[in-house]
């Protein structure tokens, strides 16, 4: 699976950005994508993550309510709708996918395919 992210920008706290992830080489509809985050000098964090059907969510508790986590597996792509932004939001997100996997969850270890990541910077 190779995954792009775009999307990524600067933008003002209290704005928002739209993330996609495009997909190919595998059997996207059957695989688990998520997105994660790493700010510099600190670990990659998750952020959200969907099941292969869309019918399964999971948002990490620091942006419930303001990020969104979707996909269209006609299109092959996962996006990540982000309102609300705030300076702390400012990181590299990266796409992360595992196929065949019905883990929907925060460990990076459960991914085996990653995107080279896009920035985001919300300024206060």
């Known amino acids: 699976v190779q995954l792009v992210e775009s999307g990524g920008g600067l933008v003002e706290a209290g704005g928002s950005l739209r993330l996609s992830c495009a997909a190919s080489?595998?059997?996207?509809?059957?695989?688990?994508m998520g997105w994660f985050r790493q700010a510099p000098g600190k670990v990659r964090d998750f952020v959200a993550a969907i099941s292969w059907s869309g019918g399964t969510t999971r948002h990490a508790d620091s942006v419930k309510g303001r990020f969104t986590i979707s996909r269209d597996n006609a299109k092959n792509t996962v996006s990540l709708q982000m309102n609300s932004l705030k300076p702390e939001d400012t990181a590299v997100y990266y796409c992360?996918?595992?196929?065949?996997?019905?883990?929907?969850?925060?460990?990076?270890?459960?991914?085996?395919?990653w995107g080279q990541g896009t920035q985001v910077t919300v300024s206060s």
């Open positions: 992360a996918a595992q196929p065949g996997s019905s883990y929907i969850g925060p460990l990076t270890s459960e991914y085996g395919y």
């Open positions: 080489g595998r059997t996207f509809s059957r695989t688990t």
